[in-house]
């Protein structure tokens, strides 16, 4: 089956949330009065805030013009941009911003928000830590760092980054709950506690029946999301990004090599990705062999496909569905999860044997194929 090609559609929210702006720099010319450009940036900023983004944007757009080596009016645009839904004009000037202060954390910060939004997680986290460096007190680049590194399976630094942001946020802070959930699920997932429902192939069934009766009435996507992994038996915590519209969820699987499964949803976006994510990581001699498995069972792969950081040798296995322009069913989110399953079910074994530097790539790979192919599974 061809793969389909994935799109990243661009739509303007119906509520813009208000980013953390530049600061309103009020530079003193003769007489004390405020530049040009200053005074643009401030009603670019009063325009944002109460949701004329068009208007913010054009603002901001005026004020580069006048002053394009002032970093502020270029960070702002990008908020407002990422709010409108121009993820690409947002990463392009959250980069002119930290071209010109390369010191100034928030762009760093954003800008790593919105390179997760293409799926650059790499590149996302890799801003995230420039954010972090530049600016230790900020909670929210901490609590963002933790769900992306979540994300990547690399538990023990999500859970570093979730204690510290809670350590040193205020007790009112808004991400405190989803914090929290992220960091309580992570642990249930370094425990190694086995979800109910996934122990065992009767209890998956058994799942599978449960998802199928919530294929009822039409509801919001993340109603779907949320349903559907409850009906399968998942024990999961929820992780929400409102500023760029991402909801995560994290699910507790220890069974094997399967460490946990995550969901990301972008209603905006209108994407769902499902995140099969294993441990152990491969020891850097053993990497070559395991991208050359990575790319022999992707080869032909109808539904999703592995994916391996050869920075650090971790693996997951990932199915992605772009909605746009139509409703998320829970009969499609079910079968994306079952999808993942029923895959990582075929190449688990073999993938653990390569990983351990027990088998090669080809011969392990053509093993796993080839006992799915007798059972029917493949």
């Not at 972090?132 to 630094?157: K, M, N």
Request: charged share 30%.
């Amino acid at each position: 089956m061809p793969r389909p090609t994935q799109k990243t559609a661009s739509k303007t929210p119906a509520k813009p949330t208000t980013k953390r702006a530049a600061p309103r720099r009020r530079v003193a010319e003769a007489g004390g009065a405020i530049p040009p450009w200053a005074a643009l940036n401030n009603r670019g900023n009063r325009k944002q805030e109460e949701g004329d983004l068009d208007g913010a944007i054009d603002d901001f757009t005026e004020a580069i013009d006048l002053a394009p080596e002032e970093h502020a009016p270029k960070y702002n645009r990008g908020n407002a941009r990422s709010l409108a839904g121009d993820v690409e004009g947002a990463l392009a000037d959250y980069t002119e911003a930290i071209d010109l202060a390369p010191a100034f954390a928030p762009a760093w910060q954003r800008r790593g928000l919105t390179k997760q939004r293409i799926g650059d997680l790499l590149g996302a986290i890799a801003d995230l830590d420039e954010a972090v460096r530049l600016d230790p007190s900020e909670p929210s680049a901490f609590g963002e760092r933790a769900a992306l590194r979540a994300l990547r399976a690399d538990f023990a630094g999500a859970v570093e980054d979730c204690e510290r942001a809670l350590e040193m946020a205020p007790p009112d802070w808004h991400h405190r709950q989803r914090t929290q959930n992220l960091l309580d699920t992570i642990r249930k997932v370094a425990g190694n506690q086995r979800t109910e429902g996934m122990d065992e192939k009767k209890s998956t069934k058994k799942g599978r029946k449960g998802a199928a009766k919530a294929a009822e009435a039409p509801q919001t996507a993340r109603m779907v999301v949320e349903e559907m992994l409850g009906a399968t038996g998942f024990s999961f915590a929820c992780s929400e990004d409102n500023t760029e519209g991402y909801i995560d969820y994290l699910a507790a699987a220890k069974q094997g090599i399967v460490e946990a499964f995550a969901v990301r949803l972008s209603e905006e976006l209108e994407r769902v990705v499902v995140y099969v994510l294993f441990e152990p990581k491969a020891k850097k001699e053993l990497r070559a062999e395991l991208a050359e498995f990575v790319t022999r069972a992707n080869f032909g792969m109808g539904d999703g496909n592995f994916e391996m950081d050869y920075e650090d040798g971790s693996v997951r296995f990932k199915v992605a569905l772009d909605y746009s322009d139509d409703r998320l069913t829970p009969i499609l989110v079910r079968n994306m999860l079952f999808d993942a399953m029923d895959t990582t079910e075929v190449y688990a074994d073999a993938l653990a044997k390569v990983i351990a530097g027990k088998a090669k790539a080809k011969s392990a790979v053509r093993a796993a194929e080839k006992a799915a192919m007798e059972s029917g599974s493949l």
